[in-house]
């Protein structure tokens, strides 16, 4: 008998209420729900809208990688972006939640979870090739689980691009030239734990170029990744961030406006991560 698993993510996992973000403006999405993770589809785009992950890191394993991308027969193929889009080319399907984000619990029960990650929802394209900042990028959470390692290491990940009007058209998709990730935890207080987070922005805006509907990744060029405030996140993105702004460990000052990229801290190497 299958191991029991929680379905989608779970609102109530820090011990704190913490709902899933959701577009500002309401327009419609897809709900997928996913072993341990959620996916809002944005039909329109053909991309996700959000998704969030609890993990486990006191339980978390490190499996070997297994899975194949597949496309979500609960949505039709014209609403998610497929394999045509990464299809001779130099992008990447790059996992909005990571593929080790859900693998803890017993060994069946995460590789159950890991497995689930290959699916066309939970992608989007990113360029190709690794430098410092992206991998960095993907190291934020696990850098964010060891800092949580002074609570019951407990953490819940909002992953995004972000989808705006200009990303360049290519292949019936438009390519988002940033990426979101909002990380939040139960920080301990004197009374009760308290809800902490730390908002970053992948940019990879300098590799992405569309020129008559060929798509030329430049050989040099950077990925940039910053530690931003969580408010300008929900502007930049339209995604309501819910109690995560007023949770942010990197607070502007009062009534500050959304400051931009020259506001933002740009990061070279875990070291520059502030978490309070």
Do not use: C
Request: charged share 25%; proline share 9%.
């Amino acid at each position: 008998m299958a191991e029991s698993i929680t379905a989608g993510y779970d609102d109530a996992f820090l011990g704190i209420g913490l709902p899933l973000p959701s577009p500002a403006d309401g327009r419609a999405t897809h709900e997928l729900t996913y072993p341990r993770f959620t996916v809002l589809l944005d039909p329109a785009r053909r991309l996700a809208a959000v998704t969030g992950v609890n993990i486990d890191g006191a339980t978390l394993l490190d499996l070997p990688r297994t899975g194949q991308w597949r496309l979500d027969p609960r949505v039709t193929d014209d609403e998610q972006a497929g394999p045509a889009v990464y299809a001779d080319n130099d992008l990447d399907r790059g996992h909005l939640v990571r593929r080790r984000d859900p693998g803890w619990g017993t060994p069946a029960q995460a590789r159950t979870a890991t497995a689930a990650t290959f699916v066309y929802p939970n992608a989007a394209p990113q360029a190709s090739g690794f430098n410092q900042s992206k991998e960095l990028w993907l190291g934020l959470e696990d850098h964010v689980l060891e800092f949580a390692d002074t609570t019951d290491e407990r953490v819940a990940v909002f992953t995004a691009p972000v989808l705006a009007d200009e990303d360049p058209a290519y292949r019936g998709i438009r390519i988002p030239r940033r990426f979101f990730k909002v990380a939040a935890w139960a920080a301990p207080a004197d009374a009760a734990p308290r809800l902490s987070a730390a908002g970053f922005v992948l940019d990879q805006s300098d590799l992405i170029d569309v020129v008559q509907g060929a798509l030329a990744v430049p050989p040099l060029g950077a990925f940039r990744t910053f530690q931003v405030p969580i408010a300008d996140i929900a502007s930049l993105s339209g995604i309501d961030l819910g109690p995560l702004a007023a949770a942010d460990v990197l607070q502007p000052a009062p009534d500050a406006e959304v400051r931009g990229e020259d506001g933002w801290r740009l990061l070279r190497a875990p070291e520059d991560v502030f978490l309070g």
